[in-house]
Nanobody
Framework: QVQLVESGGGLVQPGGSLRLACVGS????????MGWFRQSPGKEREFVGA????????AYAEAMQGRVTVSRDNTKNSIFLQMESLKPEDTAVYYC???????????????WGQGTQVTVSS
């Protein structure tokens, strides 16, 4: 079992940037493929980006392509989500999650953090 804790959310103006972090405990995150998802009120949780367990492959949602970068530091048992050019529609709770298999589907992720709120507003 792995426990995940996100941090770095907050209020940012449109066009701004944020870097979210997710720290794991209980097991090494190097054993998992990791993903970022987000959920807005009244909407389903959606995929944002993912990174392979060894960091050699990444994937991004089309709506976020070019504005987000997922990275990981297995020595710190952490993954990161760098977000640029943020828009009001990016407002959501952002979650990190761990999966044994490579997947972009939330149903394949067994372990989830509690989420961190990102609000994009002027």
């Amino acid at each position: 079992q792995v426990q995940l804790v996100e941090s770095g959310g907050g209020l940012v103006q449109p066009g701004g940037s944020l870097r979210l972090a997710c720290v794991g405990s209980g097991r090494a995150l190097s054993q998992y493929n990791m993903g970022w998802f987000r959920q807005s009120p009244g909407k389903e949780r959606e995929f944002v980006g993912a990174i392979h367990w060894d960091g050699r492959s990444t994937a991004y949602a089309e709506a976020m392509q070019g504005r987000v970068t997922v990275s990981r530091d297995n020595t710190k048992n952490s993954i990161f989500l760098q977000m640029e050019s943020l828009k009001p529609e990016d407002t959501a709770v952002y979650y990190c999650a761990a999966a044994s298999a490579w997947s972009l589907r939330r149903y394949d992720y067994a372990f989830w953090g509690q989420g961190t709120q990102v609000t994009v507003s002027s």
